[in-house]
């Protein structure tokens, strides 16, 4: 079946950088769009960016421009995505989505999240 | 950026119920408004798209409704398992903002 597989938690300590991975399985990856969405504790979803697969064009909130970057290895068709300089509020679930075909940007799969706890 | 904000925030209703949420954006987003439903340590779930259209396998006792800025998700019937928290995204333009979610409760 459809579906994205996300790396396990991560503890980092603030300054430090975070790589999660999102592997996508049951359809060709290079087909749907990759976004990012975070979320922190008892708070809500807030959109990070997106990415191609298959040029590898990304675009970024702009909370997030020079910290955040999405990439993609098509070989095992999966996304990642590196945070760095991170800080306490980065503390999150970190999910990944597939966006549906047509116009809408439905993100209408997602992985099951990875906490990302950042603690000195 | 385009804001997104829901009303309300949280709601306590009794199964049965015919419940309403509406997002409303900063600005015009035409129909460029996706809904999608959390549960509790689980994933969103997307259920209305394009304003007004079922994701493949959403029951029927939702709906959504709205252009431009106003808009609507509403609940018929409400059944135990929509007991969950409810989140509007505009997608006309990046960032694609979400609303701040709306927490529904059994009363």
Redesign the interface.
Known sequence: QVQLVQSGAEVKKPGASVKVSCKASGYTFTTYDI?W?RQATGQ????MG?MNPKTGNT?Y???FQGRVTITRNTSIGTAYMELTSLRSEDTAVY?C?REGS???????V????TTVTVSS | ?IQMTQSPSSLSASVGDKVTITCRASQSIS??L?W?Q?KPGK????LI??ASYF?SGVPSRFSGSGSGTDFTLTISSLQPDDFATY?C?Q?YS????????TKLEIK
């Open positions: 976004n969405v809500g979803l807030e959109w997106w675009g909130a702009q909370k999910y989505a047509g116009l809408f940007h439905v993100l209408d997602w992985g099951q999240g | 950026d129909n460029y996706n999608y959390q994933a969103p779930k997307v798209y394009a994701q989140y995204q997608t990046t960032p694609y903002t979400f609303g701040q979610g």
